[in-house]
């Protein structure tokens, strides 16, 4: 901004005495010297602008060519490699790990087969579902409103005392 503030004052200064001096600068035939030493003050002026625009363009280049490299890449191992290939902690990662089969397990909205899902310590097909379900929420990605107090929303059974929220 210094380097903006300095190379515009020149300009306004510039500016102001041509104004100011104007029948002056005629009576001497000096509108072309006025007007080439004008260009050179905005071209001074404009220089950090282009400067820092360069750069700009320049990072956003090079950030576009890695992230189609990477894209690319990924691409490539998807078509390219087995499937299964990529694990995590065990499990596959691809179709069987989206949200709504997290969402249904979690809420035994279908029951396992085999295995266990321990939640907190607590291995969820020991208690019962309206135990387990009255102490799950989902919290919705997109925003809603919602009849009535925030407290009947937190805790619809009201199985909270109000000493708990606060007044």
């Given at each position: 901004?210094?380097?903006?503030?300095?190379?515009?004052?020149?300009?306004?200064n510039h500016l102001a005495e041509s104004v100011s001096g104007a029948i002056t600068i005629r009576a001497f035939?000096?509108?072309?010297?006025?007007s080439a030493k004008n260009f050179q003050l905005v071209d001074t002026n404009a220089t950090p602008y282009f400067h820092s625009y360069s750069a700009n363009e320049w990072l956003i280049q090079r950030l576009e060519i890695i992230s189609a490299a990477v894209l690319a890449s990924a691409a490539l191992c998807m078509?390219?490699?087995?499937?299964?290939?990529f694990t995590s902690g065990g499990h596959k990662?691809?179709?069987?790990?989206?949200?709504?089969t997290l969402i249904g397990a979690l809420f035994r909205l279908v029951e396992?087969?085999?295995?266990?899902t321990i939640v907190n310590g607590i291995d969820i097909c020991t208690i019962g579902l309206h135990d387990l379900r009255s102490r799950f929420g989902i919290m919705p990605q997109d925003p809603t409103l919602?009849?009535?107090?925030?407290?009947?929303?937190?805790?619809?059974?009201l199985n909270t005392q109000t000493r708990k929220y606060g007044r």
């Open positions: 901004m210094r380097i903006n503030g300095t190379a515009k004052s020149f300009v306004a035939n000096g509108e072309e010297c006025f078509v390219v490699l087995p499937h299964g290939t990662i691809g179709k069987g790990s989206e949200k709504s396992q087969a085999g295995g266990k919602f009849n009535g107090t925030v407290r009947y929303n937190l805790d619809s059974y």
